[in-house]
């Protein structure tokens, strides 16, 4: 409640200002700056794979069992690849009001449907034919970037699962507000009305497994939002792979002892 | 019931077709289908015609309590449904991917681009507002879902008139349409999708792909787009690898095609289609003429089986035929039957066609046989071989193929509406569907006339060739004399 009201609030002031004069946005950050980005990977021991990330105030929980047998009908396992599952819920209590249908309904089934594609290009899938890996991504606080959150994640998942990747699929989302494009938009930012813009890359190569972009934006805009997009992308590919390397010098001095 | 799956061969011949920039329906790469846009009688319902895919939009409101969160603003609930009758692969009740996909870039192209004014639905801030629904559902799959659904769910919206209200204190009052005229929805711009699919690894695009090419791509790129040049929402499925500097030049053809708005190219922009659309459909209304899906459906009748014959005057038909040969001006190159095909057709004024599958004529059973190293086909013309084994053959096979072949050309440069490809085999079915004057009943008194029939289909159809192509009658007799030895 107390999010909406501010940005009801924020709309009846005059103007939105998601940029200050001096050039900072309402969280403080510089209009290029990425939210700070914390994970923990390994967090379930059940699990294949999991990871927890933070990045700001948007907490997501990632969790990959697989490869493993298709489980359910035989028909959907294809012969020459593996068939990913991805389920994305948000937890009831992670939006300013409580969310009534977790996953089911059309958002949710949309951005299932989106990771599943991101990481159908991004997954070595011939390696495992007729198995089946499991993604299920869950929101346990929302602030902006939700998609591009769950994306890291199930991203350090993955490489927790020890699963063959082309490249780390980093995802951030990007916003234009007078001629400047921010990065990493936090939710009061993506509900302003302005521009929003997600990318999900593979940093090395600078293939774009994702683009999804709403509301308007005139068209030549467009090349310095992807820049923006693009480079925060690279940004985060550098944080987490930080990520990964501590946690593997953890894991191997635990095993050392 | 489970789609037919695509089969190995099609698939590949699908690909090696796009790879050499071609399309089934002979589009090129940025090639539209034709859209037609009809409108039905009531306000608000449409069906739009994306070449055979067909979409049909229904759009209605309701007086209800607005959301909790923007009491202020009406509600835009957006429905798409894939019905059984379109393709066998849609199941009703079934939540499938595509209609996941498709439902939320209708929701995100309509809604958040904010094209509709939602306050001015308002009828009492916090109690009344009106909800508009647009139900979408598909009649026909060809392909290119989205585009069509975008385009019938905005021209259906601009045509869709609320009922008006009249706010006495709480009292809300709604007239009925006879009371009083009820009032267009405010919109303030058109977004449009337009879909690129991509193949072979992105490596190639293509606008608009219908049912088949659809099936063979590795991921779609939607782009919707409204006149103003404003980007209204992008967005990228099917996992394929995207390079940036692929989503930009295809930002450069939305601009290009929004230009044509004043050109009438075959790559037809929606915009002014529908604004010309939605004009005419109001004027019909106000003219009190008939209006409706049943007046604007084509009425397909035969109304002739029978064509006139016309006899024939054959007394001194070679001597005619000759008199023309020596009229003209002769060319000083006449290939040699023996030389290559290639070379000749690199300088021959030969006429290139596509070439209508001429099934058994033309094409020589090489199975047993050696294989002719330099058997190279002549272009696209499919049906017509290799002249130059054929000439091995007897002059009656001979003939044949240049007289279907002459056929083929006139029949093409005139009357390609009258006859269907592909019907080519019944010979005499055509000569008569052939100018009146040019009926040949020789034909059937056997292979002893036919080379004089061939002389007055060379008469006849060289001037008319000649008249149509601009061919002059010379280099066209030059073309017949080439291969026939007389």
Same mark, same amino acid.
């Given at each position: 409640?107390?999010?909406?009201?501010?940005?009801?609030?924020?709309?009846?002031?005059?103007?939105?200002?998601?940029?200050?004069?001096?050039?900072?946005?309402?969280?403080?950050?510089?209009?290029?700056?990425?939210?700070?980005?914390?994970?923990?990977?390994?967090?379930?021991?059940?699990?294949?794979?999991?990871?927890?990330?933070?990045?700001?105030?948007?907490? !997501?929980?990632?969790?990959?069992?697989?490869?493993?047998?298709?489980?359910?009908?035989?028909?959907?396992?294809?012969?020459?690849?593996?068939?990913?599952?991805?389920?994305?819920?948000?937890?009831?209590?992670?939006?300013?009001?409580?969310?009534?249908?977790?996953?089911?309904?059309?958002?949710?089934?949309?951005?299932?449907?989106?990771?599943?594609?991101?990481?159908?290009?991004?997954?070595?899938?011939?390696?495992?034919?007729?198995?089946?890996?499991?993604?299920?991504?869950?929101?346990?606080?929302?602030?902006?970037?939700?998609?591009?959150?769950?994306?890291?994640?199930?991203?350090?998942?993955?490489?927790?699962?020890?699963?063959?990747?082309?490249?780390? !699929?980093?995802?951030?989302?990007?916003?234009?507000?007078?001629?400047?494009?921010?990065?990493?938009?936090?939710?009061?930012?993506?509900?302003?009305?302005?521009?929003?813009?997600?990318?999900?890359?593979?940093?090395?190569?600078?293939?774009?497994?994702?683009?999804?972009?709403?509301?308007?934006?005139?068209?030549?805009?467009?090349?310095?939002?992807?820049?923006?997009?693009?480079?925060?992308?690279?940004?985060?590919?550098?944080?987490?792979?930080? !990520?990964?390397?501590?946690?593997?010098?953890?894991?191997?001095?635990?095993?050392?002892? | 019931?489970?789609?037919?799956?695509?089969?190995?061969?099609?698939?590949?011949?699908?690909?090696?077709?796009?790879?050499?920039?071609?399309?089934?329906?002979?589009?090129?790469?940025?090639?539209?289908?034709?859209?037609?846009?009809?409108?039905?009688?009531?306000?608000?319902?449409?069906?739009?015609?994306?070449?055979?895919?067909?979409?049909?939009?229904?759009?209605?409101?309701?007086?209800?309590?607005?959301?909790?969160?923007?009491?202020?603003?009406?509600?835009?609930?957006?429905?798409?449904?894939?019905?059984?009758?379109? =393709?066998?692969?849609?199941?009703?009740?079934?939540?499938?991917?595509?209609?996941?996909?498709?439902?939320?870039?209708?929701?995100?192209?309509?809604?958040?681009?904010?094209?509709?004014?939602?306050?001015?639905?308002?009828?009492? =801030?916090? %109690?009344?507002?009106?909800?508009?629904?647009?139900?979408?559902?598909?009649?026909?799959?060809?392909?290119?879902?989205?585009?069509?659904?975008?385009?019938?769910?905005?021209?259906?919206?601009?045509?869709?008139?609320?009922? $008006?209200?009249?706010?006495?204190?709480?009292?809300?009052?709604?007239?009925?349409?006879?009371?009083?005229?009820?009032?267009?929805?405010?919109?303030?711009?058109?977004?449009?999708?337009?879909?690129?699919?991509?193949?072979?690894?992105?490596?190639?695009?293509?606008?608009?792909?219908?049912?088949?090419?659809?099936?063979?791509? $590795?991921?779609?790129?939607?782009?919707?787009?409204?006149?103003?040049?404003?980007?209204?929402?992008?967005?990228?499925?099917?996992?394929?690898?995207?390079?940036?500097?692929?989503?930009?030049?295809?930002?450069?053809?939305?601009?290009?095609?929004?230009?044509?708005?004043?050109?009438?190219?075959?790559?037809?922009?929606?915009?002014?289609?529908?604004?010309?659309?939605?004009?005419?459909?109001?004027?019909?209304?106000?003219?009190?003429?008939?209006?409706?899906?049943?007046?604007?459906?084509?009425?397909?009748?035969?109304?002739?089986?029978?064509?006139?014959?016309?006899?024939?005057?054959?007394?001194?038909?070679?001597?005619?035929? %000759?008199?023309?040969?020596?009229?003209? %001006?002769?060319?000083?190159?006449?290939?040699?039957?023996?030389?290559?095909?290639?070379?000749?057709?690199?300088?021959?004024?030969?006429?290139?066609?596509?070439?209508?599958?001429?099934?058994?004529?033309?094409?020589?059973?090489?199975?047993?046989?050696?294989?002719?190293?330099?058997?190279?086909?002549?272009?696209?013309?499919?049906?017509?071989?290799?002249?130059?084994?054929?000439?091995?053959?007897?002059?009656?096979?001979?003939?044949?193929?240049?007289?279907?072949?002459?056929?083929?050309?006139?029949?093409?440069?005139?009357?390609?509406?009258?006859?269907?490809?592909?019907?080519?085999?019944?010979?005499?079915?055509?000569?008569?569907?052939?100018?009146?004057?040019?009926?040949?009943? $020789?034909?059937?008194?056997?292979?002893?006339?036919?080379?004089?029939?061939?002389?007055?289909?060379?008469?006849?159809?060289?001037?008319?060739?000649?008249?149509?192509?601009?061919?002059?009658?010379?280099?066209?007799?030059?073309?017949?004399?080439?291969?026939?030895?007389?």
């Amino acid at each position: 409640m107390a999010i909406t009201e501010l940005s009801a609030l924020l709309k009846g002031m005059a103007g939105l200002e998601l940029l200050s004069e001096q050039g900072y946005r309402l969280d403080g950050r510089k209009a290029g700056e990425l939210r700070k980005l914390q994970a923990r990977m390994s967090v379930f021991a059940q699990a294949d794979g999991s990871a927890y990330l933070e990045q700001g105030n948007t907490k !997501v929980l990632a969790v990959v069992y697989g490869p493993h047998e298709t489980r359910g009908s035989r028909a959907k396992s294809l012969h020459d690849r593996a068939v990913i599952n991805c389920q994305f819920s948000m937890a009831t209590f992670s939006t300013a009001e409580r969310k009534r249908r977790p996953h089911g309904d059309r958002k949710s089934s949309e951005m299932s449907l989106h990771l599943k594609q991101t990481f159908e290009a991004a997954v070595l899938t011939q390696l495992y034919p007729r198995s089946q890996i499991d993604i299920y991504v869950k929101i346990l606080q929302a602030d902006g970037s939700n998609y591009s959150a769950c994306v890291n994640a199930a991203t350090l998942a993955l490489v927790d699962a020890g699963i063959p990747l082309r490249d780390y !699929v980093c995802a951030c989302t990007a916003g234009f507000v007078e001629d400047t494009a921010l990065a990493d938009l936090c939710h009061v930012e993506e509900s302003g009305g302005g521009t929003a813009l997600a990318l999900a890359l593979l940093p090395c190569s600078g293939n774009i497994a994702l683009v999804q972009m709403d509301s308007r934006l005139h068209q030549d805009h467009l090349d310095k939002l992807m820049e923006a997009a693009a480079k925060a992308c690279q940004d985060l590919s550098k944080v987490l792979d930080g !990520v990964v390397r501590r946690h593997l010098e953890e894991v191997s001095d635990l095993t050392k002892h | 019931m489970r789609d037919t799956p695509l089969s190995n061969c099609e698939r590949l011949f699908l690909l090696q077709a796009i790879q050499e920039k071609k399309r089934l329906d002979g589009r090129q790469t940025y090639d539209y289908r034709n859209i037609k846009i009809l409108f039905g009688t009531d306000y608000g319902c449409c069906i739009v015609e994306l070449g055979k895919t067909r979409v049909l939009c229904q759009v209605s409101c309701e007086l209800v309590p607005p959301k909790d969160s923007r009491p202020t603003e009406g509600i835009l609930y957006f429905n798409l449904e894939l019905s059984p009758m379109a =393709s066998p692969a849609f199941e009703s009740n079934r939540q499938s991917e595509l209609l996941v996909m498709l439902n939320r870039q209708l929701e995100r192209c309509l809604r958040n681009s904010k094209c509709i004014d939602t306050e001015s639905l308002c009828v009492i =801030s916090g %109690e009344k507002v009106w909800q508009i629904r647009v139900d979408v559902h598909v009649l026909n799959h060809d392909g290119n879902l989205m585009d069509a659904a975008s385009i019938a769910a905005i021209s259906a919206l601009s045509h869709f008139r609320r009922p $008006d209200v009249a706010i006495q204190g709480r009292e809300v009052t709604v007239f009925s349409p006879e009371e009083r005229d009820p009032i267009p929805l405010s919109i303030y711009h058109m977004p449009i999708c337009v879909s690129f699919a991509f193949f072979l690894q992105g490596s190639y695009l293509l606008v608009d792909p219908c049912e088949r090419e659809e099936r063979v791509k $590795d991921g779609l790129l939607v782009i919707a787009m409204n006149k103003h040049r404003e980007i209204c929402s992008i967005q990228s499925s099917g996992g394929i690898m995207l390079l940036k500097d692929q989503v930009k030049p295809v930002e450069m053809l939305l601009l290009v095609e929004g230009e044509h708005e004043n050109h009438s190219s075959e790559r037809i922009k929606p915009f002014p289609v529908l604004l010309c659309f939605s004009s005419f459909v109001l004027m019909q209304r106000k003219e009190g003429g008939k209006f409706g899906f049943a007046e604007s459906l084509p009425i397909e009748r035969i109304t002739a089986l029978k064509r006139d014959e016309a006899p024939v005057e054959m007394a001194d038909v070679k001597d005619t035929a %000759e008199e023309i040969i020596n009229r003209t %001006e002769s060319s000083t190159e006449v290939y040699p039957p023996g030389l290559k095909t290639r070379e000749r057709s690199a300088a021959s004024p030969v006429l290139v066609a596509t070439g209508t599958a001429q099934v058994g004529e033309g094409i020589v059973n090489s199975w047993g046989l050696e294989e002719d190293e330099d058997d190279e086909v002549i272009i696209e013309d499919k049906g017509g071989g290799n002249p130059r084994r054929l000439q091995n053959k007897g002059e009656l096979e001979l003939s044949l193929w240049l007289y279907f072949r002459l056929l083929y050309h006139t029949v093409r440069l005139h009357l390609f509406s009258l006859v269907r490809p592909g019907k080519l085999q019944d010979s005499e079915d055509l000569m008569q569907c052939l100018t009146p004057r040019v009926y040949l009943d $020789d034909l059937e008194e056997g292979a002893g006339h036919t080379e004089e029939a061939l002389m007055v289909l060379l008469a006849g159809s060289t001037s008319m060739m000649a008249s149509s192509s601009g061919i002059s009658s010379s280099i066209s007799l030059q073309l017949v004399m080439s291969f026939v030895d007389f």
